[in-house]
Nanobody, 121 residues
Framework: QVQLVESGGGLVHPGGSLRLSCAAS????????MGWYRQAPGKQRESVAS???????NYADSVKDRFTISRDNAKNTVYLQMNGLKPEDTAVYLC???????????????WGQGTQVTVSS
């Protein structure tokens, strides 16, 4: 099976920075799109940033110019560098990846367990 394990969350003051990591492991034949989502209490889950296999990226308008997504294909890992954090960025951040585990079946979406990011003074 496949596991996605996130790390790097925590408590930070407004204006601070954090770097999230998400490592995929297991029976992986290939990883396509990877991305980060977040869910704040009482709100719907929203896409924060995504990165394709070739490196093209997309960002939510609310995080453009503050967050940077990147990936290391050799390590099956996706990162999210978050700068200029604001209280409204507080949420559980979840990693998502579109992963091929068998040449006989289409790829599936996998999710990490989430890591808490709290921005507060």
């Amino acid at each position: 099976q496949v596991q996605l394990v996130e790390s790097g969350g925590g408590l930070v003051h407004p204006g601070g920075s954090l770097r999230l990591s998400c490592a995929a492991s297991g029976s992986i034949q290939g990883i396509y799109g990877m991305g980060w989502y977040r869910q704040a209490p009482g709100k719907q889950r929203e896409s924060v940033a995504s990165i394709a296999t070739g490196g093209s990226t997309n960002y939510a308008d609310s995080v453009k110019d503050r967050f940077t997504i990147s990936r290391d294909n050799a390590k099956n890992t996706v990162y999210l560098q978050m700068n200029g954090l604001k209280p409204e960025d507080t949420a559980v951040y979840l990693c998502n990846a579109h992963i091929l585990t068998s040449p006989y079946f289409p790829p599936n979406d996998y999710w990490g367990q989430g890591t808490q990011v709290t921005v507060s003074s």
